[in-house]
């Protein structure tokens, strides 16, 4: 098991490609990569098995992640880098004409570590599923993860999954919500209520597992658990409790940051809160 | 000519679920969903003797677009099954972003297209699904014109690597094509040659323009047939051939006079070779209720529309 310190060292690099990125392309979505970064780099750098030097869409023999709210795109994309899928140098490519690193992820570009097009909400945990039970038929043992947003859970098609999964016994899924309480246009309880989140998904039939989204050491406890849970007959939800903007003071506690890109003063200020750990791309 | 007499009908539906069962013996990486309409699609043998790779949806259209995206990453070959209405503009997004953006070797497999579905009226009888799906980059359409046809069809798109829609029908339906007939995926057939005019149909406006084709014949025109089951890629060489031959083209399909098969054979002639060109479709109307037949007579998609538009399309030459 890789040290929580380290994990977390690597999650304040990812911080600074996002702003980086985010600030180089002068558009992107830096609040919720901000805020879902740690858990992405406690998945793909100590939970996920995974192979990101030999990657093919298929993935037999390998868990699988699908990214649903496609927005988050600068944090996957850091990620995948910092895990190996490409030379974190790409990074500096993001939303740019001709780039792999579209402005919400895609395969037509050919990107290591992008299996599915997202970005229009609510269609990942289907994909997901489909996933899990292609691995199901193959008697294949991984697992399938998938974040979702949690304005993303206004859309029909996540229920319509939910309850497919339930109904099927879709065991091998972990799904997770980005559960920061905040979409583009506010609070999600002024926009369109969730109600009781956990609620939802136990009466659709999920085991719901709950995390502190910025803390390593229990997202990573927390994944564990979820890994646990598989293979009893029901699925696994984990409610990932977020910050938009984590790391970055002047970025928490607003929806404003959602698809905002910091100018180069803004970005100066976001990096001398974000220490360079592994080195910039 | 008395060829279009006695021909025995079967659904083109039917052929699809007969060849899906085949292939569930042929190809074991086929695997099939539907959305609560397994007996409509005749995909009820399949979920017989395939339970394991048979997902039963429910009335959840989108969700059964994006498993069946999953369902290819990991290799498999996911048909889809449901109305085309359903198929098509109730998850055009999902289709767009999770199956043709993502170049997932997903089949989308509509019955119940077009009129010809019969009372349960417009809200089911869809005129547009072509447009809607030859619109997404990447994505073939096909729309056979008989039983044996969507049986070779579908046998056909399980070889094929890439997104396809399948477009089929309800009713039954003069089978007239050989069982045997070879189907290769955008290569139209010549089903009878003339030199007069080129009618250029699709699905089961296939056997109406030869019913044409025939009345044609007694009062002196020599009509050429061409069934254009793939709508997209089209066959550009071999309407350019015969256009080269007749000067004048009638298009004629069971979907809108938008975005349809009209629009594809008046774009490939403007671009290659400029000619009249008559169009039998639907005139940007809605269905309604009624027996297949009356529907089509009303609508404008009977044999005397397409006689009538052959003689209008030679009169411009």
């Known amino acids: 098991m890789s040290d929580p310190n380290y994990l977390q060292q690597v999650s304040t690099q990812v911080r600074r490609d996002i702003i980086r990125m985010v600030n180089g392309a002068a558009s992107g979505h830096p609040g919720g990569s901000l805020g879902a970064a740690d858990y992405l780099v406690a998945l793909f750098m100590e939970i996920m098995d995974h192979d990101p030097k030999n990657f093919d869409m298929d993935g037999k023999g390998q868990d699988i992640f699908v990214l649903s709210n496609g927005h988050l795109s600068a944090a996957l994309y850091s990620v995948l880098s910092r895990s190996g899928y490409f030379p974190s140098e790409e990074l500096g490519t993001f939303r740019k004409m001709g780039t792999r690193l579209q402005g919400h992820p895609c395969t037509e570009k050919g990107l290591p570590g992008i299996r599915v097009a997202t970005g229009s909400l609510g269609q990942g945990l289907s994909v997901a599923i489909g996933v899990a039970l292609a691995k199901k038929l193959d008697k294949d043992p991984k697992k399938v993860f998938c974040l979702m947003g949690d304005g993303e859970l206004q859309e029909g098609q996540v229920w319509e999954a939910a309850m497919y999964a339930a109904a099927n016994k879709v065991d091998n899924l972990i799904a997770a919500v980005d559960y920061n309480g905040k979409q583009i246009d506010g609070s999600l309880d002024d926009v369109m209520p969730l109600g009781d989140l956990k609620a939802k998904w136990d009466v659709f039939g999920w085991k719901v597992l709950e995390a502190k989204g910025n803390d390593m050491e229990d997202l990573i406890k927390t994944l564990r658990d979820a890994i646990s849970y598989t293979d009893k007959g029901i699925p696994v939800v984990i409610l990932l409790h977020t910050e938009m903007g984590f790391g970055v003071d002047f970025m928490m506690g607003t929806h404003k940051w959602h698809g905002v890109a910091p100018n180069d003063e803004e970005t100066a200020r976001a990096l001398d809160q974000l220490e360079e750990t592994l080195g910039d791309y | ?317």
């Open chain 2, 1 to 317: 000519m008395t060829q279009t007499a006695t021909v025995e009908k079967k659904a083109t539906r039917a052929g699809f679920g007969e060849a899906l069962l085949e292939l569930g013996h042929k190809n074991p990486m086929v695997v099939a969903l539907c959305a609560d309409l397994t007996g409509s699609l005749k995909m009820d043998a399949f979920a017989k003797a395939f339970p394991d790779r048979f997902f039963q949806a429910g009335i959840a259209e989108a969700n059964m677009i994006g498993m069946a995206a999953g369902l290819s990453i990991g290799g498999k070959i996911p048909f889809t099954g449901t109305f085309a209405n359903f198929s098509t503009g109730r998850v055009y997004d999902q289709i767009r972003q999770s199956v043709a953006y993502s170049d997932k070797n997903v089949k989308i497999c509509a019955s119940h297209a077009g009129l010809s579905l019969g009372e349960d009226g417009a809200t089911h009888q869809i005129l547009e699904d072509i447009g809607l799906m030859k619109m997404l980059p990447g994505m073939t359409v096909i729309n056979p014109c008989d039983f044996n046809q969507t049986k070779a069809a579908t046998h056909a798109i399980a070889e094929h690597r890439g997104p396809v829609y399948l477009r089929f029908g309800r009713p039954d339906w003069p089978n007239f094509t050989p069982a045997d007939q070879k189907f290769e995926i955008g290569k139209a057939i010549c089903m009878r040659e003339g030199h007069d005019v080129s009618i250029i149909a699709t699905g089961h406006m296939v056997w109406i323009a030869l019913k044409a084709a025939e009345e044609l014949a007694m009062q002196g025109v020599s009509a050429e047939i061409i069934d254009i089951h793939t709508i997209k890629p089209l066959d550009e060489d071999a309407i350019v051939s015969s256009l080269q031959k007749t000067g004048c083209a009638v298009t004629a399909e069971e979907h809108s006079i938008h975005g349809g098969l009209g629009d594809s054979i008046a774009q490939c002639l403007a671009r290659k070779i400029p000619a009249p060109v008559e169009m039998v479709a639907v005139n940007d109307q809605f269905g309604e209720s009624g027996k297949p037949l009356e529907l089509m007579s009303k609508y404008g998609l009977d044999t005397p529309d397409v006689v009538a538009a052959a003689i209008r399309a030679m009169s411009r030459k």
